[in-house]
């Protein structure tokens, strides 16, 4: 599967974004997907996931609450949905997918988009 992740920009604190992840491939809607980020100089962070058959979702701490993750299997597409920017969520998000589950580990995920830019001004 080939992922392609857009939706990111300049916003301000406080404001949304919603990021979008398209993925080709017809066994989209077997594949469990995640979402994360990595800040400059700091390690690539998980930020969320879904499961693909539960639809089983689950959250970083620092954004529960806040950001939402969703699916469209019909359109290939998993979402993010972020409410209450602050300027620590400034950092390039990337989608993934795996097999076998939904988890916060990078190194788990066998398929990756290219990132998307979110920046957050205070």
């Known amino acids: 599967v080939q992922l392609q992740a857009s939706g990111g920009g300049l916003v301000q604190a406080g404001d949304s974004l919603r990021l979008s992840c398209a993925a080709s491939?017809?066994?989209?809607?077997?594949?469990?997907m995640g979402w994360f980020r990595q800040a400059p100089g700091k390690e690539r962070e998980f930020v969320a996931a879904?499961?693909?058959?539960?639809?089983?979702?689950y959250y970083a701490n620092s954004v529960k609450g806040r950001f939402t993750i969703s699916r469209d299997n019909a359109k290939n597409t998993v979402y993010l949905q972020m409410n209450s920017l602050k300027p620590e969520d400034t950092a390039v998000y990337y989608c993934?997918?795996?097999?076998?589950?939904?988890?916060?580990?990078?190194?788990?995920?066998?398929?990756w988009g290219q990132g998307t830019q979110v920046t957050v001004s205070s």
């Open positions: 993934a997918a795996r097999r076998d589950g939904a988890s916060p580990f990078p190194r788990s995920y066998d398929h």
């Open positions: 491939g017809r066994t989209f809607g077997t594949y469990d």
């Open positions: 879904i499961n693909w058959n539960s639809g089983s979702t």
